[in-house]
């Protein structure tokens, strides 16, 4: 690794860091049942990291993560620059050549954290997928910040078996917190308010028929543009959804009441109580009446 030599000399006032010792990642963060999936090796904190230069020409063996929160830097990645800014943040996969530096005119501050484990190869390759040029916007979010200083406030008392799988818990907290922002920020854009007042409308018909046409009138958008969103939040296919509501509503009916199940058939808007038992059986694994036999209480 190359760092200049104002860097080695001065340091960056007020900065922290923590350097697991090897030995405790060796015979514990990489054996334990809960921290091998998943765990910090180093972790820090750079403000205004002025002559900040870091070289690699062979990476080394763990991610990188460097949120970048004011300022300005850049990050060399196979050979390929890219500029950070404010609200941004950028992960270097292990073993890629790489070199960071901070802007010689307003040098960033930055939090940042090495981290390796059996799955961290994978939660790179979703970071990366989701975010443009390496680089996804992060608005700041205080707690965020939060879960950082908890991880470093924790790691900074000790490295108890306790304490390493407590912090590699909420790292994987913090991850969440990049690649699902919205969710993390509790902010519902416009696409989830659509799905969100359809399924409250299917709730509100479950014994009734709705057709696509509907549920896109509803929403007033086209057909196939209201089954794009609606299949990227959930998973599902509109009408998919309609009769997962329908099967879960049959759940309850068949645990709580007597009705039959051509009854229940009808109750939620399926004339055809076989093509109902077909339904329930491809999604429950199970007949309603097997169902009911196996999980109604005495």
């Keep these: 690794m190359k760092v200049t030599e104002e860097r080695i000399k001065h340091g960056f006032k007020g900065q922290r860091m923590i350097v697991l010792p090897r030995k405790i990642i060796s015979d514990f963060l990489a054996k334990d049942h809960l921290t091998r999936s998943i765990y910090i090796t180093d972790i820090g904190y750079y403000p ?31 050979g390929r620059q890219i500029s950070i800014e404010p609200s ?37 390759d979703l970071i990366i997928k989701h975010s443009k040029d390496y680089k996804p916007y992060l608005a700041y979010n205080e707690n965020r910040i939060k879960l950082f200083e908890d991880i470093y406030s924790q790691l900074d008392k000790g490295y108890s078996d306790d304490t390493l799988r407590y912090v590699n818990m909420i790292f ?30 299917m709730k509100q018909n479950l014994n009734g ?15 196939s543009h209201f089954s794009t969103v609606f299949k990227r939040e959930t998973g599902y296919s509109p009408i998919d959804y309609f009769n997962h509501l329908k099967v879960q509503q049959a759940c309850q009916y068949l645990l709580f009441t007597n009705m039959s199940i051509k009854e229940i058939s009808f109750s939620l808007g399926i004339e055809d109580q076989y093509y ?23």
């Design 276 to 298: 109902f038992s077909r339904m329930f059986a491809k999604l429950m694994n199970a007949s309603p009446k097997e169902y009911r036999n196996r999980n109604k209480s005495s």
């Design 172 to 201: 994987y907290h913090f991850l969440s917190s990049l690649l699902y922002e919205e969710k993390f920020n509790g902010e519902e854009t416009n696409k989830l308010s659509v799905v969100s007042t359809s399924i409250t409308f």
């Design 48 to 78: 205004k990291a002025i002559h900040h230069y870091v070289e690699r020409k062979h990476g080394i063996n763990q991610n990188i993560l460097i949120y970048c929160v004011e300022g300005y830097g850049w990050v060399e990645i196979n």
């Design 209 to 223: 028929v709705l057709s696509l046409q509907d549920l896109a009138d509803k929403s007033s958008l086209s057909v």
């Design 88 to 124: 941004q943040y950028i992960i270097i996969p292990a073993n890629q050549p790489h070199i960071y530096a901070a802007d010689k005119g307003v040098a960033w501050t930055i939090y940042w954290v090495h981290f390796n484990g059996n799955l961290a190869n994978y939660v790179v």
